[in-house]
């Protein structure tokens, strides 16, 4: 049995974003969840709460779900739309500044 949870247009590079997920997964949940808590990545805070809305997928669609034997099949991060601002420099010109988003996406299943 399969739960899935996403996340859409979360500030945030993609690319910080899958720093942690490589951390999570194909480990178990009480593991990522451990993981999740002691990072230091701005990121796993956001990631541990769609962890948490995985596996809250899974009991509501399994009834009562084990989370000891639930791992974390699949995550990934894919670029999201980017905000473009402009920054004043030197002389009249302006600069770009990109504030990137991300969709994340994580899915739980039974251990077999």
Request: aromatic fraction near 2%; charged fraction near 30%.
């Amino acid at each position: 049995m399969e739960a899935i949870a996403r996340v859409r247009n979360l500030r945030g590079s993609a690319r910080k974003a899958r720093l942690v997920l490589d951390l999570i997964r194909g480990k178990n949940v009480p593991d990522a969840q451990k993981i999740l808590y002691f990072s230091n990545k701005r990121v796993a805070a956001n990631i541990s709460k769609l962890l948490n809305s995985a596996i809250a997928n899974a009991t509501v669609k399994e009834g009562k779900a084990e989370i000891d034997r639930m791992v974390v099949n699949i995550a990934f991060a894919d670029d999201g739309p980017i905000m473009k601002r402009h920054r004043p420099r030197a002389q009249g010109r302006a600069t770009v500044i990109r504030r990137r988003t991300c969709h994340i996406t994580v899915v739980v299943s039974d251990e077999k």
